[in-house]
């Protein structure tokens, strides 16, 4: 069978729904994949290329697996970074989904994909190969635990380099209150920082520049295209995007963000959103920093954490997801505002030969 398979370029979008059933099929519960967010996913990020969703078709047309490669194709400008160093940034490339529906499975049909994966990154100079973390709008930041057993078959095709974890985490938000009576440190820490000029507001359109200003100075790279991609995108909701700023008289300073994110904007929302399945009690909370200069004991960072939560818990969430973190930063910082363990994640990676 795997030999009267054709491997080829998907058809987007006429065979999109085909992919996301293939997904769900494939795929523990949790995954359940939508057409509209596998649509997000893909089209509207600039780093896709087509050539890059690659199905294999038994000879009747039916969908028996795929594979999404993807590789970097904005300029390093639109990152806040140098031009001069994006062939270092372009060698790199990811497979961000790739699966093979039950009835297909053992029969070659993942190994023919992942070879037509690494002839796409062969075409367009990529030498560096990861498994989850690809680049633009990532969907998993490696082999999700409860299917560690695909990292085998990965390292048979000769992924067994670069061995890094993430996590994703959750939080319960259900009982945030706006004002935290109950915790009497974060409540003081949020009085005396409002006294001194500090506020967390709703991102609008006149603070374009001056958060694009910051976001290139504190933060270049993808977390700057990130806040980008919100501030422009049409349907995206200004209050999702939440500013830390400080008063000086008529005037404001951006000194901090957090990008977050309901189902009304899952297309440009943490990818781990994913794995709400639709339902509006969940939200997401992706890259949230404030400036280098003000982070330590005045518990800035913690007053921005709260106000993200309490927005987002007004439109209705009670269950907030964060991808692709780090144990550190939830001992440090998360752990401390009620989030917990979610999801390991184990990436691997391959560096192509030379041609």
């Given at each position: 069978?795997?030999?009267?398979?054709?491997?080829?370029?998907a058809?987007?979008p006429?065979?999109?729904?085909a992919?996301?059933?293939?997904?769900t099929?494939s795929?523990?519960?949790?995954?359940?994949?939508?057409?509209?967010?596998?649509?997000?996913?893909?089209?509207r990020?600039?780093?896709?290329?087509?050539?890059?969703?690659i199905?294999?078709?038994t000879?009747?047309?039916?969908?028996?697996?795929?594979v999404?490669?993807?590789?970097?194709r904005?300029?390093?400008?639109?990152?806040?970074?140098?031009?001069?160093?994006?062939?270092v940034?372009?060698?790199?490339?990811g497979?961000?989904?790739?699966?093979?529906?039950?009835?297909f499975?053992?029969?070659?049909?993942?190994?023919?994909l992942?070879?037509?994966?690494?002839?796409?990154?062969?075409?367009?100079d990529?030498?560096?190969?990861?498994?989850g973390?690809e680049p633009?709008?990532?969907?998993?930041?490696?082999?999700?635990?409860?299917?560690?057993?695909?990292?085998?078959?990965?390292?048979?095709?000769?992924?067994?380099?670069?061995f890094?974890?993430?996590?994703?985490?959750?939080?319960?938000?259900?009982?945030?209150?706006?004002?935290p009576?109950t915790?009497?440190?974060?409540?003081?820490?949020?009085?005396?920082n409002?006294?001194n000029?500090?506020?967390?507001?709703?991102?609008?359109?006149?603070m374009r520049?001056s958060?694009?200003?910051?976001m290139?100075v504190?933060f270049?790279?993808k977390?700057?295209?990130?806040v980008?991609?919100?501030?422009?995108?049409?349907?995206?909701?200004?209050d999702?995007?939440?500013?830390?700023?400080r008063k000086?008289?008529?005037?404001?300073?951006?000194?901090?963000?957090?990008?977050t994110?309901?189902?009304?904007a899952?297309?440009?929302g943490?990818?781990?959103?994913?794995?709400?399945?639709g339902?509006t009690?969940?939200?997401?909370?992706?890259?949230?920093?404030i400036a280098?200069?003000?982070?330590?004991?005045?518990?800035?960072?913690?007053m921005?954490l709260?106000?993200?939560?309490?927005?987002?818990?007004?439109?209705?969430?009670?269950?907030?997801?964060i991808d692709?973190?780090?144990?550190?930063?939830?001992d440090?910082?998360?752990g401390?505002?009620g989030?917990?363990?979610?999801m390991t994640?184990?990436?691997?990676?391959?560096?192509?030969?030379?041609?």
């Amino acid at each position: 069978m795997n030999d009267e398979m054709t491997i080829r370029p998907a058809r987007l979008p006429s065979e999109l729904c085909a992919i996301a059933a293939a997904w769900t099929e494939s795929m523990p519960a949790s995954f359940e994949m939508s057409a509209a967010r596998l649509d997000g996913y893909l089209t509207r990020d600039p780093n896709f290329d087509p050539d890059g969703c690659i199905g294999a078709f038994t000879p009747g047309g039916e969908l028996a697996g795929f594979v999404i490669a993807k590789r970097w194709r904005i300029p390093n400008h639109d990152m806040a970074q140098d031009d001069a160093t994006q062939w270092v940034r372009d060698g790199t490339g990811g497979i961000g989904m790739i699966c093979v529906r039950p009835p297909f499975q053992r029969k070659g049909i993942g190994k023919r994909l992942v070879t037509a994966a690494e002839a796409f990154f062969k075409k367009n100079d990529v030498r560096v190969i990861s498994i989850g973390r690809e680049p633009g709008r990532h969907l998993l930041p490696g082999v999700p635990q409860p299917l560690e057993d695909t990292l085998e078959f990965f390292d048979k095709l000769g992924y067994s380099s670069g061995f890094t974890t993430a996590i994703d985490i959750k939080g319960n938000i259900s009982g945030i209150e706006a004002i935290p009576d109950t915790n009497t440190k974060l409540r003081d820490k949020i009085a005396t920082n409002r006294a001194n000029g500090y506020d967390v507001i709703s991102y609008d359109p006149s603070m374009r520049d001056s958060l694009l200003d910051f976001m290139r100075v504190t933060f270049p790279g993808k977390w700057y295209w990130t806040v980008l991609s919100h501030v422009d995108a049409p349907d995206a909701p200004r209050d999702e995007l939440q500013v830390l700023v400080r008063k000086h008289g008529n005037k404001r300073q951006v000194l901090g963000f957090a990008h977050t994110s309901t189902q009304a904007a899952i297309g440009l929302g943490p990818a781990t959103l994913v794995q709400s399945r639709g339902s509006t009690e969940f939200g997401g909370l992706g890259p949230i920093g404030i400036a280098n200069d003000i982070r330590g004991s005045q518990g800035l960072g913690a007053m921005l954490l709260h106000h993200a939560l309490v927005n987002l818990h007004r439109k209705g969430v009670n269950v907030v997801l964060i991808d692709w973190t780090s144990q550190g930063l939830l001992d440090r910082y998360y752990g401390l505002a009620g989030f917990t363990l979610y999801m390991t994640y184990i990436s691997v990676k391959k560096e192509l030969p030379e041609a």
